[in-house]
């Protein structure tokens, strides 16, 4: 089936410094891939949308210069915590459509744990 | 605006026992997706079921069963026989189209004791 691999799994890093996650599709383009953040026993609430080859779009109150996002290729998008705060230590998941049609299915990466110390 | 309400934060059954996580919906859209996910410690999100709302049909999937209901906008997933392996934060979700982002429920906490 298809698969969605996200990397790295877990990060720590230091305040201040920036983070970047890797979202892939092995086995199918995905023309849009979509990022949502989960804190600690709570919901995951998507960040944006992005599509291959446009900027992405932000939901409210995701600060886009904060958390980059880029989707340069079919296969890959990124996602890049700029200046991480202890308060964006949290749980990042991707998931990858070939698109906004009837029926296409949906793959979610197994996210990436996010540390700021 | 798309909603999806869980009421139930946390459930605790003992193995073997049959247990449903209720899931209620909000949309004006008349075509839509619902999904039932399973979210295991580990963080990642499993797949469950995907139905669109032309469907009504109820599924069953081994000990796993799916009622979804237009006239009460409730899409309610049943275990039969619980089991330890099935302790798990569940997750009811609506789109407006299979491949569109998803619209989460807070999730349900399921604890299967032995």
């Known amino acids: 089936g298809a698969v969605v691999s996200q990397h790295p799994s877990w990060v720590i890093c230091k305040s201040g410094t920036s983070v970047k996650i890797e979202c892939r599709s092995l086995?199918?383009?995905?023309?849009?891939m979509f990022w949502y953040r989960q804190f600690p026993k709570q919901s995951l609430m998507l960040m944006a949308t992005?599509?291959?080859?446009?900027?992405?779009?932000?939901e409210q109150g995701v600060e886009k210069d904060k958390f980059l996002i880029n989707h340069a290729s079919l296969t890959l998008s990124t996602l890049t915590v700029t200046s991480a705060h202890p308060e964006d230590s949290s749980f990042y998941i991707c998931?990858?459509?070939?698109?906004?049609?009837?029926?296409?299915?949906?793959?979610f990466g197994n996210g990436t744990r996010l540390t700021v110390t | 605006a798309q909603k999806v309400t869980q009421a139930q934060t946390e459930i605790s059954v003992v193995e073997k026992e049959d247990v449903t996580l209720d899931c209620v919906y909000e949309?004006?859209?008349?075509?839509?997706?619902l999904f039932w996910y399973k979210q295991p410690p580990s963080g990642e999100l499993v797949f469950l079921i995907r139905r669109n709302s032309f469907d009504e049909q109820n599924e069953i999937s081994g000990r796993y069963s799916w009622n979804f209901q237009k006239s009460t906008s409730s899409f309610n997933f049943t275990i039969t026989a619980s089991q330890v392996v099935d302790s798990a934060v569940y997750f009811c979700?609506?789109?407006?189209?299979?491949?569109?982002?998803?619209?989460f429920g807070k999730g349900t906490s399921l604890l299967v004791t032995p």
């Open positions: 998931s990858a459509s070939i698109g906004q049609v009837v029926n296409s299915p949906l793959h």
């Open positions: 979700a609506l789109s407006e189209n299979s491949g569109y982002a998803l619209n």
């Open positions: 992005s599509n291959e080859g446009s900027k992405a779009t932000y």
């Open positions: 949309t004006r859209d008349t075509t839509y997706y």
């Open positions: 086995d199918f383009q995905a023309t849009t």
